[in-house]
T-cell receptor, first 115, second 112 residues
C-alpha cells in the first residue's frame, strides 16, 4: 500500500525567505508524485508533478521539487516566499499509472508567511 | 472554459436524510473521483469511476453511493448511514493514466 507523510502540519517563514515543505512517500513501484495547493474554501490546483522524466521538476508560481529515490522524498521548495503563497499544500502519490485509481494524499502542510 | 463544476457550494443535511452532491465536467475526461476532506486529515478517496456505467469503492465508501450514467456527470449521495457526514467534498477528473487530476471548487456539507 502506498502512503505519504508530510512533516510539519504548519510551516512559518518570513516573506522573501526560502520555502521548504517536506514529503516522504512509500510505494511498491516507481511512483507518480504530485504537489497541489489549496486556498481557503477552494478546490486543489496542481503545482507540479513527477512522472519519471526528470528528477527536478519545475512548477507554477516559482515552485520546484526534487525526486530522490534513495530518500523516498519529494520536497517542495521556493527560493523566495511571497505573501500570496500562504495556503495549504498537499503532496500526493499514485503507483497506478498516474492516478487512474485515485491519489493517496498526505495530511497537508499549512504555509504561513510572516511579513 | 473547460472545467469541473460542483453544486451546491453549501449543503445542509437533516438527521436521517439522504443528500446528493452534483459534479459535472466538460473536459471530456473518462475518469472521475470523489474525495472527502476533513481538517488535518488530507483528502481521502470515496469512490471513483474510470468509465461510464462502472465505478469502484475507494478507501471510505461506507455510507456513500454514486452513479455514472453520463460521461460528464458523477453525482455523490450521502446516505443516512453515514453518521459523520460533515466535511468538504471534492470532485476530480482526469483524462487517463499519467494525466493530471483536476479538481472542482468543492461542496461543504453541514449537519443541522
Amino acid at each position: 500500500a502506498q502512503s505519504v507523510t508530510q512533516l510539519g502540519s504548519h510551516v512559518s517563514v518570513s516573506e522573501g525567505a526560502l520555502v521548504l515543505l517536506r514529503c516522504n512517500y512509500s510505494s511498491s513501484v516507481p511512483p507518480y508524485l504530485f504537489w497541489y495547493v489549496q486556498y481557503p474554501n477552494q478546490g486543489l490546483q496542481l503545482l507540479l508533478k513527477y512522472t519519471s522524466a526528470a528528477t527536478l521538476v519545475k512548477g507554477i508560481n516559482g515552485f520546484e521539487a526534487e525526486f530522490k529515490k534513495s530518500e523516498t522524498s519529494f520536497h517542495l521548495t521556493k527560493p523566495s516566499a511571497h505573501m500570496s503563497d500562504a495556503a495549504e499544500y498537499f503532496c500526493a502519490v499514485s503507483d497506478s499509472g498516474g492516478g487512474a485509481d485515485g491519489l493517496t494524499f498526505g495530511k497537508g502542510t499549512h504555509l504561513i508567511i510572516q511579513p | 472554459d473547460g472545467g469541473i463544476t460542483q453544486s451546491p457550494k453549501y449543503l445542509f443535511r437533516k438527521e436521517g436524510q439522504n443528500v446528493t452532491l452534483s459534479c459535472e465536467q466538460n473536459l471530456n475526461h473518462d475518469a472521475m473521483y470523489w474525495y472527502r476532506q476533513d481538517p488535518g486529515q488530507g483528502l481521502r478517496l470515496i469512490y471513483y469511476s474510470q468509465i461510464v456505467n462502472d465505478f469502484q469503492k475507494g478507501d471510505i465508501a461506507e455510507g456513500y453511493s454514486v452513479s455514472r450514467e453520463k460521461k460528464e456527470s458523477f453525482p455523490l449521495t450521502v446516505t443516512s448511514a453515514q453518521k459523520n457526514p460533515t466535511a468538504f467534498y471534492l470532485c476530480a477528473s482526469t483524462g487517463g493514466a499519467g494525466e493530471t487530476q483536476y479538481f472542482g471548487p468543492g461542496t461543504r456539507l453541514l449537519v443541522l
